[in-house]
T-cell receptor, first 113, second 116 residues
Framework: RKEVEQDPGPFNVPEGATVAFNCTYS??????FFWYRQDCRKEPKLLMS???SGNEDGRFTAQLNRASQYISLLIRDSKLSDSATYLC??????????????FGAGTRLAVHP | GAGVSQTPSNKVTEKGKYVELRCDPI?????LYWYRQSLGQGPEFLIY????????DSGLPNDRFFAVRPEGSVSTLKIQRTERGDSAVYLC??????????????FGPGTRLTVL
């Protein structure tokens, strides 16, 4: 079983749609969670960290369920520019350890006019 | 300011050859990481440096892979006797420190390695 699992998609949605991505992780001791965005043939870039209380950044909302070992990302009012691959990322060692990031395979999003 | 830079951007080599991939981290970042990304997959951790020392090399696939960071800044990933399965994008990242798990890692554009 992979440490971080994501639905690979692709998700094809029209502009203005709301889309949700899910991710599960296997290491229950993991402490830090992130969503990265990766454009085609580009490097990954941090989209947002995910906190236990859930957090929102504009049109993006991230949620964490530690009991279920489940992370989600919700994108509201999708824009063409949101088209990319979204990577679910876990730091298995957490605070006090170091930044060894474990990536999911990514979920591809295509937003069309 | 300048981000993480990697050279070359593309490298094509023949099976059995030796290659070196270079990473120049963001100035002042003490932590440096190497990842490998195969087609359709997320980046996979290879090795991490805090300063000059390799703090964790548990992700290196085998002893053909080696990395150094002699002066605590630039790092070189070295691959001996390359195999076709080594073909991937090799990504380097740096962060201010590694002491907090929320220190953002900034990635370079990667080196696309193709082994024929």
């Amino acid at each position: 079983r992979k440490e971080v699992e994501q639905d690979p998609g692709p998700f094809n949605v029209p502009e203005g749609a709301t889309v949700a991505f899910n991710c599960t992780y296997s290491n229950s001791a993991s402490q830090s969670f992130f969503w990265y965005r990766q454009d085609c043939r580009k490097e990954p870039k941090l989209l947002m960290s995910v906190y236990s209380s859930g957090n929102e950044d504009g049109r993006f909302t991230a949620q964490l369920n530690r009991a279920s070992q489940y992370i989600s990302l919700l994108i509201r009012d999708s824009k063409l520019s949101d088209s990319a691959t979204y990577l679910c990322v876990v730091n298995p060692l957490g605070s006090g350890g170091y930044n060894k990031l474990i990536f999911g395979a990514g979920t591809r999003l295509a937003v069309h006019p | 300011g300048a981000g993480v830079s990697q050279t070359p951007s593309n490298k094509v080599t023949e099976k059995g050859k030796y290659v070196e991939l270079r990473c120049d981290p963001i100035s002042g970042h003490t932590a440096l990481y190497w990842y490998r990304q195969s087609l359709g997959q997320g980046p996979e951790f290879l090795i991490y440096f805090q300063g000059t020392g390799a703090a964790d090399d548990s992700g290196l696939p085998n002893d053909r892979f080696f990395a150094v960071r002699p002066e605590g800044s630039v790092s070189t990933l070295k691959i001996q006797r390359t195999e076709r399965g080594d073909s991937a994008v090799y990504l380097c990242a740096s962060s201010l420190t590694a002491e907090s798990s929320y220190n953002e890692q900034f990635f370079g554009p990667g080196t696309r390695l193709t082994v024929l």
